[in-house]
């Protein structure tokens, strides 16, 4: 029975997280400055490997935002919200890609020394970590009394802009080894917390608020039209 209960939660709670899901990824200036931010912070604390300036970049990145709503669209089946998130997750990574690949041929570095970076390999250590970070994420998020307390642990957990940082780094020290390696890496990272979330998702039964995601995704495009 407290199996289920943990999962349960109210269709206002619901309706709340989609709403926030979808105002802290819409494409807008805010957003695109926060993944500029973080990245520049993330590339500054790789090129000189120093891991307190790569996790507050990732307590500063909005990338988990489209990643949870990927997830919700796919819950609720609907194409039009799952393309734009993918679109906005999509135009998230090109920005954060193009920035650390210029920030990384400004400055003299060899991105083989950086042990950071050197951690970062596909395994099967690395999917079970993604996995146990998306259903952190998602369970936390989705629960708002939970929220304020656990979210900077999870975005910590979360490792998406650090490896998206670090191909910029490689392509800008033209090391294409790394760069496929890291690439990798990153993909089995989405992978994993867009499939862990969606098991949670569904088990908070999130299928029965796709009129009001539907919604804000409407209202999201009224807005985006007006400015």
């Not at 867009?194 to 807005?223: G, N, P, Q, T």
């Amino acid at each position: 029975m407290f199996q289920f209960k943990m999962f349960k939660i109210s269709q206002a709670d619901r309706h709340k997280f989609c709403e926030h899901i979808i105002d802290s990824s819409t494409p807008n200036g805010g957003f695109s400055f926060l993944v500029i931010l973080s990245t520049l912070i993330v590339a500054l604390g790789l090129i000189k490997d120093y891991v307190i300036l790569v996790i507050g970049g990732m307590l500063v990145t909005p990338l988990l935002s489209p990643i949870l709503a990927i997830s919700l669209g796919i819950i609720i089946r609907d194409l039009k919200v799952i393309t734009r998130s993918v679109k906005v997750f999509l135009t998230a990574f090109v920005l954060s890609f193009l920035v650390a690949y210029l920030t990384g041929l400004l400055f003299n570095f060899n991105i083989e020394e950086i042990q950071l970076i050197k951690i970062m390999e596909p395994s099967l250590y690395t999917l079970l970590v993604a996995l146990v970070a998306g259903m952190a994420a998602s369970y936390a998020w989705a629960k708002p009394n939970l929220i304020n307390s656990t979210l900077p642990g999870v975005a910590i957990t979360v490792t998406l802009i650090p490896p998206l940082t670090a191909i910029g780094l490689a392509l800008a020290n033209e090391n294409l080894l790394i760069f496929r390696t890291v690439l990798s890496a990153l993909l089995l990272n989405v992978f994993g917390i867009i499939f862990a979330s969606i098991v949670i998702f569904s088990l908070m039964h999130f299928h029965k608020a796709k009129r009001k995601l539907v919604a804000e995704v409407k209202e999201e495009e009224k807005e985006l039209k007006k400015e």
